[in-house]
């Protein structure tokens, strides 16, 4: 596992370990906050950089733009990675489903997560669970669709699995809308009964490969089954 690697589960130990999240779960809905939002830079409302991590430092701060006629967010990366996300309590055994919206536009040449070394995406769709688990959503450069890894934790505490939602340029710069049980997959993953979802969070990462990437991201929510 790369250093970024290393880093990256020790940011998502802090988020499960120290962010404060609501005290009730929440009802099925939707936790994007992008339609209204002024366009522009993106540092403000209940999405925030991840704990440890700023976007002061990046040559492209995720923004709010206009895309098919409406606000969405952009993330953007040349040679570095960005991460994002919001503190929610959500239970998934009451809304099983994740639905989201994403349009890739430009993925991090030789991005791979089969090898540690390359293992960048131009977007990661995180949920972070009770009982130190995670499952990451992907889209992949050059891994199948379809294809599901358990991500080496060297001892730490958070564990997680990825799974490859689309691959390569099939449907780059279109916008898809992906559905998933989330329960379902979690059970398949961790062989055991999911806890509470206490954080969503959005990603793109282009360092181990030295290139860039550009995702949008619209309409996030938990629906019931």
Known sequence: MTRRGIQCLKILAVVALMIPIPACAQPAGRLDTWASMPEGLFLSGEWQPYPGSSTRALKFPPAIVIDSGRRVLQIKTENESVKIGRAVRIDVAQAPRLVWEWKAVTLPQGGDVRHPQRNDQVARVVLLFEGLKAILYLWDTTAPAGLEVRAETLGEPVDRALIVIRSGTVGLGQWHREVRDVAKDYTRLFGETPGTVKWVGLES?????????????????FDPR
């Open 205 to 221: 990462h282009s360092d181990d490969v030295h290139s860039q990437g550009k995702v949008l991201f619209g309409l996030i929510q």
